[in-house]
């Protein structure tokens, strides 16, 4: 009984592991936006984001850490994270840049306006 116990515990293990592995790989890599095709609230916050600030929100420029693995992976504090103000929200709404070291230059740079459910990678 003890083998059927450990056999069954071990099948129960791989299975959580291999799901939980495929549900990563399987995530669809980000779309493309033009960023002519953002809301110009995702441009200026763009434009700051090079600047270096200010930014309006404390939590701006804060690490994200891609825990849901939507983006591809980076060393940790790679992206870091930016409100795109929502006109008439009182709070700092859904959407967000994510932005990846060098955004000045080559690094990587993503939108999101459903709070980090989904990404496109902002291209210029």
Avoid: W
């Amino acid at each position: 009984m003890r083998f059927v116990a450990r056999a069954l515990l071990i099948a129960l293990l791989c299975t959580c592991g291999a799901g939980a592995s495929l549900a990563r790989s399987d995530a669809p890599a980000p779309q493309d936006v033009a960023l002519v095709d953002l809301p110009q609230e995702a441009r200026d916050t763009l434009a700051l984001i090079r600047r270096g600030g200010p930014f309006r929100y404390r939590q701006d420029g804060s690490v994200f850490g891609n825990r849901e693995k939507r983006l591809p992976a980076r060393d940790s504090g790679y992206y870091r994270e930016y409100t795109v103000p929502t006109p008439g929200a009182k709070d700092r709404g859904a959407r967000r840049i994510v932005a990846g070291a060098g955004v000045g230059t080559s690094g990587e740079v993503y939108y999101s306006d459903d709070h980090y459910n989904s990404f496109r990678r902002i291209r210029e």
